[in-house]
């Protein structure tokens, strides 16, 4: 009788604990350096966990879609982003925290749109 009883417990504290492995650490970004990247954006989507911006931008590497990741989308909403500020096409001029890899895309800090609102 306690062998399927710890069984039951054990399988319920797995599932319970899966949410916590599908979220990523941000330790792979440089929070103490600021890179400013202006770009057209080719998909935002801001939801939970994070926001996820993909934007074509041109430079000395020439021109590609370089993916980022922000803060969840109530942290967002908190700074002043709404819905709709940023769409598909729209340039914006964004300050991230680079990978530490030196790979392309990086961890937004802040977005300011053309009009110059900034969230």
Do not use: C
Request: hydrophobic share 40%; charged share 25%; glycine share 8%.
């Amino acid at each position: 009788m306690k062998t399927p009883i710890k069984t039951l417990l054990a399988g319920l504290l797995l599932a319970a604990s899966l949410p916590l492995a599908a979220h990523h650490s941000a330790a792979q970004f440089d929070f103490a350096q600021n890179v400013t990247v202006e770009g057209t954006v080719k998909h935002i989507r801001v939801a939970n966990p994070h926001m996820e911006l993909t934007l074509e931008v041109a430079d000395a590497k020439g021109k590609r879609e370089i993916a980022y990741e922000g803060h969840s989308a109530n942290n967002i909403y908190r700074l002043g982003w709404r819905k709709d500020m940023v769409k598909d096409g729209d340039t914006v001029t964004i300050v991230i925290a680079p990978r530490r890899d030196g790979a392309d895309g990086g961890y937004v800090k802040s977005v300011t749109t053309s009009d110059g609102h900034k969230f």
